[in-house]
């Protein structure tokens, strides 16, 4: 059973940084690929970031790319998402999701697991 508990969000100035942690419960981490989304107020779901099993492969949003580095421990059962040069725009609610199989990185169909969420505040 895969269980998801995401932490580390928090409110913070613009250009400050937070990292976001994901931890799962369950014995099973190691076997999914994993992905972090977000969601504004108002705004859909959308991919942030993802990262292979073995943290062999990640892949970014362009409007995260260099700013947000995804990165996993397998041993702590745990991802991350380290958030720098945070920008207004990047305030709203953050999800961890867990992924078995294939399919696209960015597409939420993918994902059978999905945290509860934890928000995220980039003052101006």
């Known amino acids: 059973q895969v269980q998801l508990v995401e932490s580390g969000g928090g409110l913070v100035q613009a250009g400050g940084s937070l990292r976001l942690s994901c931890a799962d419960s369950?014995?099973?981490?190691?076997?999914?690929?994993m992905g972090w989304f977000r969601q504004a107020p108002g705004k859909e779901r959308e991919f942030v970031a993802g990262?292979?099993?073995?943290?062999?492969?990640?892949y970014y949003a362009d409007s995260v790319k260099g700013r947000f580095t995804i990165s996993r421990d397998n041993a702590k059962n745990t991802v991350y998402l380290q958030m720098n040069s945070l920008k207004p725009e990047d305030t709203a609610v953050y999800y961890c999701?867990?992924?078995?199989?294939?399919?696209?990185?960015?597409?939420?169909?993918?994902?059978?697991?999905w945290g509860q969420g934890t928000q995220v505040t980039v003052s101006s």
């Open positions: 369950g014995r099973t981490f190691s076997w999914y690929a």
């Open positions: 999701a867990a992924r078995y199989g294939g399919g696209s990185y960015g597409s939420q169909n993918a994902y059978q697991h």
């Open positions: 990262i292979s099993w073995s943290a062999g492969n990640t």
